[in-house]
């Protein structure tokens, strides 16, 4: 099997556009998005420092209350004193409890906005990558590009056993062969040819067209599917970018 230098060509400049556009609109909104939500957490973690200095500025006032009683009065102020310092520890007590709920939420609402902005993000990407990849592969279709799919379906058959292949054309009633543009008389007798030189003996082809393929030619039978198209081997990059996510 020929290598085509130009089909390989196109290919590598897909995948470094690709790799530009993830690195553009993905990876830096989603740094920005982080540092705006840091930038919100620290803004509770301010507010709660500041409730607590507030209690700590009461439990002062108390004290400063309690050191200006007369002496005569000295049981008052002790009674005075426990009573202030019971208030001030609920008091404190409170407020370390506000100050621990709003960091709290404050971290939950973090991870949680992070989480969904990634996987937005992610998700957008992914289908601005498939669609680009799309869009570019529907610009290279035509009868190059369909020899090399026709090259690899005739690789796909010949790695498969022996025995499968016998099975294949001693049971199969016919090859249903789809390809995104109708082939002509010519392109059809070739494909015949090579297939049922791949399978080892004579085959029936019933050739049929989707242009859902973008490029490419599939093999069907009732227990054989090649999926060698474009549309087939996106699908599978869109699946794999989910499951990366």
């Given at each position: 099997m020929t290598?085509?230098?130009?089909?390989?060509?196109?290919?590598?400049?897909?995948?470094?556009?690709?790799?530009?556009l993830l690195q553009r609109f993905f990876w830096k909104p989603i740094a920005g998005m982080i540092e705006q939500r840091r930038v919100a957490a620290q803004t509770a973690l301010t507010a709660a420092q500041t409730a607590r200095d507030k209690a700590n500025a009461d439990l002062i006032d108390i004290d400063k209350t309690l050191a200006g009683f007369a002496s005569e009065r000295e049981k008052i102020l002790a009674d005075a004193q426990a009573e202030a310092e019971r208030a001030s520890?609920?008091?404190?007590?409170?407020?370390?409890?506000?100050?621990?709920?709003?960091?709290?939420?404050?971290?939950?609402?973090v991870a949680k906005n992070e989480v969904a902005a990634t996987q937005a993000w992610a998700q957008r990407?992914?289908?601005?990558?498939?669609?680009?990849?799309?869009?570019?592969?529907?610009?290279?279709?035509?009868?190059?590009?369909?020899?090399?799919?026709?090259?690899?379906?005739?690789?796909?058959?010949?790695?498969?056993?022996?025995?499968?292949?016998?099975?294949?054309t001693r049971s199969a009633p016919a090859l249903e062969t789809t390809s995104a543009t109708a082939l002509d008389r010519a392109e059809q007798s070739r494909a015949i040819q090579l297939i049922g030189e791949a399978f080892g003996a004579p085959v029936r082809v019933v050739f049929k067209t989707d242009p859902g393929l973008i490029e490419g030619l599939e093999i069907r039978t009732d227990h054989l599917v090649i999926a060698n198209s474009w549309r087939a081997d996106l699908a599978q990059i869109q699946a794999e970018l989910a499951h990366d996510q």
């Amino acid at each position: 099997m020929t290598i085509d230098w130009w089909t390989l060509g196109l290919q590598t400049v897909n995948i470094v556009i690709l790799i530009w556009l993830l690195q553009r609109f993905f990876w830096k909104p989603i740094a920005g998005m982080i540092e705006q939500r840091r930038v919100a957490a620290q803004t509770a973690l301010t507010a709660a420092q500041t409730a607590r200095d507030k209690a700590n500025a009461d439990l002062i006032d108390i004290d400063k209350t309690l050191a200006g009683f007369a002496s005569e009065r000295e049981k008052i102020l002790a009674d005075a004193q426990a009573e202030a310092e019971r208030a001030s520890q609920a008091k404190l007590a409170d407020a370390q409890q506000q100050a621990a709920a709003l960091i709290a939420a404050a971290k939950d609402g973090v991870a949680k906005n992070e989480v969904a902005a990634t996987q937005a993000w992610a998700q957008r990407s992914s289908d601005l990558a498939v669609d680009i990849a799309e869009r570019l592969a529907a610009r290279l279709a035509g009868p190059a590009v369909q020899g090399v799919f026709l090259d690899w379906a005739l690789t796909a058959i010949r790695a498969l056993p022996a025995t499968i292949r016998e099975a294949i054309t001693r049971s199969a009633p016919a090859l249903e062969t789809t390809s995104a543009t109708a082939l002509d008389r010519a392109e059809q007798s070739r494909a015949i040819q090579l297939i049922g030189e791949a399978f080892g003996a004579p085959v029936r082809v019933v050739f049929k067209t989707d242009p859902g393929l973008i490029e490419g030619l599939e093999i069907r039978t009732d227990h054989l599917v090649i999926a060698n198209s474009w549309r087939a081997d996106l699908a599978q990059i869109q699946a794999e970018l989910a499951h990366d996510q």
